[in-house]
């Protein structure tokens, strides 16, 4: 049997690789210029500066050139609309990381709504404003016709 054809292998195509998340992180965060993405996440020098490239070319962020006075002309990224919708992505993985993850001293990092103050969060909501739990529960796969084949479950 070929493997499943579906949208979330597509979308790691994408953005599945470590050093990728880690960089739209920073973008979100508004750190734009590859120097401080690079002292944000670690990452080296030659995979920071493919995963721009890639992240780029698939449409996720747009490279703006920027120029402090007497330097030579560099680059800095923002986020297109295609990468404006990750931001949930990233807040999901955020909110299980914080979880299951963030040890007794708690997360590092909490997010608020500006206007409020609340704490923002993930939330699984249908297209009638239903809210499901966040375990997928209640959720039902349907085949497209002419699909691929179910997502869940065995063929």
Do not use: K
């Not at 923002?78 to 999901?92: D, I, R």
């Amino acid at each position: 049997m070929p493997p499943r054809i579906c949208s979330v292998a597509r979308a790691l195509e994408v953005v599945g690789e470590r050093w990728s998340l880690l960089v739209l992180r920073e973008v979100f965060l508004g750190v734009r210029r590859f120097g401080p993405i690079r002292e944000a996440t670690g990452v080296p020098r030659a995979v920071l500066a493919e995963r721009l490239r890639d992240l780029v070319a698939a449409g996720v962020l747009d490279r703006r050139e920027y120029r402090e006075p007497g330097a030579r002309v560099r680059h800095e990224y923002h986020l297109t609309s295609a990468g404006q919708e990750l931001q949930p992505v990233l807040l999901a993985l955020m909110r299980w990381g914080d979880r299951h993850l963030a040890g007794a001293e708690g997360p590092p990092l909490e997010l608020r709504h500006a206007d409020c103050g609340g704490r923002v969060r993930t939330a699984l909501v249908c297209e009638e404003g239903h809210t499901l739990p966040d375990n997928g529960a209640g959720l039902r796969p349907v085949q497209r016709v002419g699909g691929p084949g179910p997502f869940f479950g065995s063929s």
